[in-house]
């Protein structure tokens, strides 16, 4: 077993709703709500789920960006949240982030060398100053880019190329874990392809490992080496990535699964997809019991009560967690096989999207 670069215990990350003319407290939107999970050296830790489920603020949380309302984040040994100043500033070096947005994470002031070379002002003693322009230099190479692109300006550039300077800047303190907070869902299919491949040639020359957030079930497939699945600010499944998707056992995973669309017609019709009722409650006043309930094809009363632990559960071949009460495997064609698919760029094409 790989040793364990971040553990994350019962993460909660609650916002409080603001009423009347004093702006008394009057509720909480609960977008994190008891999550915990762990990061392995070299992995990457694939994190998807539907808009508002509570990825992004998960995201924030491992970077702190967000003080947690209460739970426990230990990185390589040490405790995030109880680091102060000078330690926490240190600290920030090994956990960067890639955004969403390529175009709205840049300061479109600033050329790509300062954008790119803002970390060693921050962190001086990283670089000495007068290499830093060939410290950026070298990081514009290694994500694909000319050197000569360092005088630039952002909107000089494609999504893909603003994308690839996002994450030069990520990788610029050499950290150990990288945060990708959705970071192909604003391009291309095409690019998106280029970028998971570069993604994945800097995981094995810089030994990072990744926590990718996306809502693409192919991409987090083809990149990820486990999966969780979250559901209203909690992790509903969590497993390999053969497991999750080979032998679900939750049933809003059965149910994603059963949305990807199938590209061989003569499948089409021997797949059942599950069609979920209702909407998704409100993170401010979530369903007791179960959070999945209200929606869920295999509800009892017992659901309605008692909250499901992430538990081991059987998935026909082993077992891998879930937190379901009637869990249990249910077959699900395969749509395609991405790691094989190619493009005209060489890499992966991305085919299914939910």
């Known amino acids: 077993m790989a040793e364990a670069i971040l553990s994350a215990t019962d993460l909660v990350k609650h916002y409080p709703i603001r009423g009347g003319v004093l702006r008394r407290t009057v509720g909480q939107v609960k977008a994190v709500d008891g999550v915990s999970f762990e990061l392995y050296k070299g992995e990457t830790l694939g994190i998807v789920g539907e808009s508002g489920c509570g990825k992004s603020t998960l995201g924030r949380l491992l970077m702190r960006l967000e003080e947690p309302t209460s739970g426990s984040l230990i990185f390589d040994g040490v405790d995030v949240y109880k680091q102060r100043g000078r330690a926490m500033r240190k600290l920030r070096r090994d956990i960067q982030i890639v955004f969403q947005d390529p175009y709205t994470s840049l300061n479109p002031r600033k050329t790509v060398g300062d954008i790119i070379g803002e970390p060693f002002d921050i962190h001086p003693d990283v670089v000495p100053k007068q290499g830093r322009r060939r410290k950026v230099q070298e990081l514009l190479e290694l994500v694909g880019l000319s050197p000569e692109h360092i005088n630039r300006y952002p909107h000089q550039f494609s999504g893909g190329q603003r994308q690839r300077i996002g994450i030069a800047r990520g990788i610029a303190l050499n950290p150990k874990v990288l945060i990708c ?96 009722q209702g909407d998704v409650p409100s993170p401010a006043n979530p369903p007791s019991g179960c959070r999945f309930h209200t929606r869920c094809f295999k509800a009892q009363e017992k659901c309605k009560v008692d909250v499901p632990e992430l538990i081991l559960r059987p998935d026909g071949a082993g077992e891998h967690f879930s937190a379901c009460h009637f869990a249990a495997p249910r077959e699900i064609i395969e749509t395609i096989d991405v790691s094989g698919a190619a493009t005209p760029a060489g890499g992966w094409a991305a085919a299914e999207q939910v």
């Open 181 to 276: 907070d959705e970071p192909v869902s604003a391009l291309d299919v095409s690019v998106q392809a280029q970028v998971v491949n570069l993604m994945e040639k800097l995981q094995d020359e810089l030994g990072l490992s990744y926590v990718f957030i996306a809502h693409d079930l192919s991409v987090v497939r083809h990149i990820s080496d486990r999966v969780g699945v979250m559901y209203l600010g909690k992790m509903a499944e969590i497993g390999d990535e053969d497991e999750v998707y080979s032998r679900p056992t939750h049933p809003y995973t059965q149910a994603l699964l059963s949305a990807v669309p199938v590209p061989d017609p003569t499948l089409r019709n021997k797949r059942e997809q599950i069609v979920l």
